[in-house]
């Protein structure tokens, strides 16, 4: 006759005991590489409209504008791209908005500073910028460095940098 073996339940409880441990561990570092790619990937965003500003205004040989949905130093909800013949960021006549980006997700902010005027910035013919701007991408309960910098210099190049949490 064959002895059957099998698991005692002390063994199965200790097992499920040893999962949960693990379980709890790599889903908090799986939601810290969550955050830091959606992070990455809303500031890669802000940065493609920004190079795509700068070439279409080479490109037309014309003022290109980038602004904030609500003309405000708060860029989360939104930002456009137009030709701006008077550089106020406002729709005149002549004027067209080449492209448009809805709110960022998750309940990060995007805040400008610096220049003139940080709810705007305009490219010139020659790809300059007419002031320098800086906007800060930072995600909710922020740690370590997930918050992101997007720069752009006089020269009209934009860069884009980690920085540590505010």
């Not at 949960?20 to 409209?49: C, D, M, P, Y």
């Not at 930072?138 to 997007?150: K, L």
């Amino acid at each position: 006759m064959k002895k059957l073996s099998a698991f005692t339940l002390i063994e199965l409880m200790i097992t499920i005991a040893i999962a949960a441990i693990l379980l709890t561990a790599a889903w908090s570092g799986l939601s810290t590489v969550i955050k830091n790619n959606r992070v990455g990937t809303q500031a890669h965003e802000v940065f493609t409209a920004l190079s795509l500003a700068r070439s279409e205004a080479i490109k037309r040989s014309a003022n290109i504008s980038v602004c904030s949905d609500n003309n405000t130093t708060a860029w989360q909800s939104g930002w456009k791209i137009m030709t701006d013949t008077d550089s106020d960021c406002t729709i005149d006549a002549g004027d067209i908005v080449l492209r448009e980006w809805g709110s960022l997700t998750g309940d990060i902010t995007l805040t400008g500073s610096g220049g003139d005027d940080p709810s705007f910035i305009t490219f010139s013919s020659d790809g300059r910028a007419d002031s320098a701007l800086t906007l800060t991408l930072v995600p909710p309960e922020c740690s370590g460095d997930q918050a992101r910098t997007i720069s752009v210099s006089a020269t009209g190049r934009p860069s884009l940098a980690e920085i540590s949490c505010p």
